[in-house]
């Protein structure tokens, strides 16, 4: 018997399949259009087998469809910008692009040896300047539109990395990547108005079916909407006003002191003089804090009279502003108007410094001084002017027209979302396309000057500020608009902003005068399945629909939500925690393939869970495929003789074995197509396929070799091989080949099923309790006695004649009769 020996036949395979352009994708085709597109990954090193099972997923279905009749687009690239790369240029002395292309050509090879059916020719890496000179258009167009703009801003500092962090880079007040404690600092930084879009992005969500539900709850969350009023609270003795934004208005009268976010520029501004000293190292402790967690139910609060006051608008009273750990700038305005009786976080802070607590608002028919504090439901408004005795929940509507009528604030709606800061103090990223000019101010560079290219001799020193703030030649320059001398932007953009559109990208990867063509973008996108995992639910998806939206209302795209489907797959963990290198933890996909080969990893990876689980890593796992790999091959190979030369024509079914076995194989074939179709249930995919090899072992087991059914034989082995293909594509081209066929099994149909042959003839049975028939039952004509003992004692009619008796006996005639003895 032909030995199975993985190696061998994958590397062969593969060279055939790049040899003959098997997955080279033609940009117009007489087949429907089907766009299967796997996140790109950071080539940060190697890849784990964590990192293969979302390429695998990918990669079933792209070979799925194929089968299926579509012209598939299945590409992969590399999100190759960002701080590991520099960070690995200061700690090991190697420059930032030569690290990342080895990293690059590793994981190639790694994902070449697992026979992933990508169209290479569209591979795309963003750190290219034929990329990246497009993420730099990218940008002119948002700044064209209004949607890019600079402004001083509070941001999170890594003292160690030398870097603005995003808020969800800061993990318990620490930077996510190297532990420092992260600092707080203001610098005029570059930001994209994706609030311009808050509605747009919150209100799609809705058409976006094919989305996980709570995908689409994470952004609706992220987008945070509120509706309410906006006031003004004048500050004393100055020309300042502190505009609050409240979802409560009826609470107004209840207002005891204003709160200001530590960030907030008012908090410079505002504090008098002698304080300002003390007001320094409190901001210092709350810098240490979680910028999130701090504002949490139980966290501690903190705050720091600023020695001023404010006005109510309403009632006139003077109140105290502090600034307090647990304000957000993030959210509303940056500043909140404290009403202690009604907000369990302004209680906690009023009773730690000893401020009124004023009761507004009651439940219905108790006293102000009979009510439990903090109380936050609704109720009926008192010692709140003319309102009093009005419902707090007529109350919002009724406060709020009343501020502006009196002109003293308004309607509005806020969001938690915040405008996206794409500045970076870092040389591994798109340089920011900007000049400036004494002259003429900021200008764009014009789009014949793309792209802004990154100098390789840069130096990489700890100071905080980019290697090209350094870099004179890339720093001067001369203004696009009067020529004298200006100089360039420094800073360069968020690894976000390059892959937010890369899935355009593939479409002309390698077009010169544009980033993409309208008429063959609009052809392939939007994306039909986006496979990825969830912790790029928010930020990643998010921006991307924010640059899709963009596009298409610039007229690029005919199109403005760029993902029909996505599906979010779990991780594979290992001794219970996450993969990486600094836990010892990590499974290489090189090592499994070596000892097993990639078909095994591949359909080991698709049966250990549902593909949307998390799940556990187990080598007695893996060698339990490989043993039904094994299995599988000997059971092709020990009935390839005896069909290598026959047809299926003329089946010629001569028995209820032989119908069994057929129809075993047809309701295979429909539970794999289901399964795929039906939120790709790859592991019950996958269990179907070894049910029918344990039962096609059965058959032949059973019955002599003489009397096997060889066009039955036949039917099975190509069809089974065939459903085999996208799942262990190596093989199923190594069996298509043996069983003599033409072509490739990866350029054939996937197989049909016929609804007849999955008819079962049924029988109707006679129940007879002690000799009597006290029922009937209609059942399969092949069914086992087991499982007509199990239906027929469930029957409610046959439960009530047995009445609790204990069965002594149950006999089955085939076919005819049943007889239960009690």
Known sequence: MKEYKPQEIESKWQKVWEEMGVFHTPQRSEKPKYYALVMFPYPSGTLHVGHVKNYVIGDIVARYKRMRGYNVLHPFGYDAFGLPAENAAIEKGIHPEDWTRRNIETIRGQIKKLGISYDWSREIATCDEEYYKWTQWVFLKLYEKGLAYKKKAAVNWCPSCKTVLANEQVKDGRCERCGTVVTIRHLEQWFFKITDYAERLLKDLDRLVGWPEHVKTMQRNWIGKSEGAEVDFPVEGTDKKIKVFTTRPDTIWGVTFMALAPESPLVEELVIGDRREELQRFLEKVSLQDRFRRTSLEAEKDGFFLGRYAINPVNGERVPIFVANYILMEYGTGAIMGVPAHDRRDYDFA????????????????????????????????????????????GIKKVTEWLEEKKLGKRSVQYKLRDWLISRQRYWGAPIPIVYCDSCGIV????????????????F????????????????????????????????MDTFVDSSWYFLRYVNPHLEDRPFNPEDVNYWLPVDQYIGGVEHAILHLLYSRFITKVLHDLGYLNFDEPFTNLFTQGMIYKDGAKMSKSKGNVVSPDDMVEKYGADTLRMYILFMAPPEKDAEWSDAGIEGVYRFIRKLWNTFYTVLPHVKHETVEGLGIKNDVEKALRRKLHAMIKKITDDIEGGFKFNTAISGLMELVNYLNQYLSSVPESEWNKKLLREIMEKLTLVLSPFAPHIAEEFWHDLGKEGLVVQQAWPSYDPDVLKVEEVEIAIQIN??????????????EEELKNIVLERERVKSFLNGKEVKKFFYVRGKIVNIVV
Do not use: W
């Open 351 to 394: 009773k730690k410094y000893g401020l009124p607590i004023k009761v507004v608002i009651v439940p219905e028919g108790k006293a102000p001084n009979a009510v439990e504090l903090p109380y936050e439901e609704e109720g009926v408004m008192v010692n709140s002017g003319p309102f009093s005795g009005t419902s707090s929940k007529d």
């Open 444 to 459: 764009p560079v014009p789009e014949k000057g793309l792209p802004v290219r990154l100098p390789r001799d840069v130096e």
């Open 461 to 492: 020193l700890p100071t905080g500020q980019s290697p090209l703030f350094y870099h004179e030649g890339f720093k001067r320059t001369k203004c696009p608009i009067c020529g004298r001398d200006a100089v360039r932007e420094t800073d360069t």
């Open 771 to 784: 000799g009597k028939v006290r029922d009937k039952v209609v059942v399969p004509i092949d069914i086992s």
